[in-house]
């Protein structure tokens, strides 16, 4: 069974502009989760998306947002991206939100903004 | 305000040693506690998770230890192997809120020398 896949692995955007990442879960879950990843403040929890809801959301600005299709896959996106925004997104699958089942972890997306 | 607390922050021990992560949190109502190892490049994957019912989880080399009075827990590593370098990250999270909601540690960068 294949990983959860994240595109694009690497971005480099400049202050101002705004990015859509894209991550695709795990075949059959249909739970995704969002986490950013700095060195400063490490993992943070962004928003969860459930049968195209968002279900749980981080404390985050509402530049920050995401969607979820009828297939499961997930996207968020950034606008008016700032010098704080360069992280490390990173996109987990699980079946559901009704249990604590084990989140799978895509490899991540790396967000630089110049 | 970090919801979990994780110490050291890297850790050294030689092949064969047992190092031993440690972590505290303030939410008593955290219900769910996973360990996560992450390798450059990598998302993170689960370890080991233990429930607040049980004092003690074990599966091959790696242990939880969980004290709920002191709402501390930690992992133990036995006979630890080069290949378990990598950065070891606990967290928490809680069914009421979003069990896919999970606070993390700050993480603590494990080498195992040969």
């Known amino acids: 069974k294949a990983g959860v896949t994240q595109t694009p692995r690497y971005l480099i955007k400049t202050r101002g502009q705004q990015v859509t990442l894209s991550c695709s879960p795990i075949?059959?879950?249909?739970?995704v989760s969002w986490y950013q990843q700095t060195p400063g403040q490490g993992l943070q929890f962004l928003f969860e998306?459930?049968?195209?809801?968002?279900?749980n959301k981080g404390n985050f600005p509402g530049r920050f947002s995401g969607r979820q299709f009828s297939n499961s896959r997930s996207e968020m996106n950034v606008s008016t991206l700032e010098l704080g925004d360069s992280a490390l997104y990173l996109c987990?699958?699980?079946?559901?939100?009704?249990?604590?089942?084990?989140?799978?972890f895509g490899p991540g997306t790396r967000l630089t903004v110049l | 305000q970090q919801q979990v607390k994780q110490s050291p922050q890297s850790l050294i021990v030689q092949k064969g040693g047992i190092p031993i992560i440690n972590c505290a949190y303030e939410?008593?109502?955290?219900?769910?506690f996973p360990w996560y190892q992450q390798f450059p490049g990598k998302g993170p994957a689960l370890l080991i998770a233990?429930?607040?019912?049980?004092s003690e989880k074990k599966e091959g080399r790696f242990t939880i230890s969980f004290n709920k009075s002191a709402k501390q827990f930690s992992l133990h590593i036995m006979d630890s192997q080069p290949g378990d370098s990598a950065t070891y990250f606990c967290?928490?999270?809680?069914?009421?809120?979003?069990?896919?909601?999970?606070?993390f540690g700050t993480g603590t960068r494990l080498t195992v020398i040969p």
């Open positions: 939410n008593t109502a955290f219900d769910y």
């Open positions: 967290a928490a999270s809680l069914y009421q809120t979003g069990a896919n909601n999970l606070f």
């Open positions: 998306y459930f049968s195209e809801t968002q279900r």
């Open positions: 233990i429930r607040p019912d049980v």
């Open positions: 987990a699958s699980s079946p559901d939100l009704f249990d604590y089942n084990e989140q799978f």
């Open positions: 075949s059959g879950h249909r739970s």
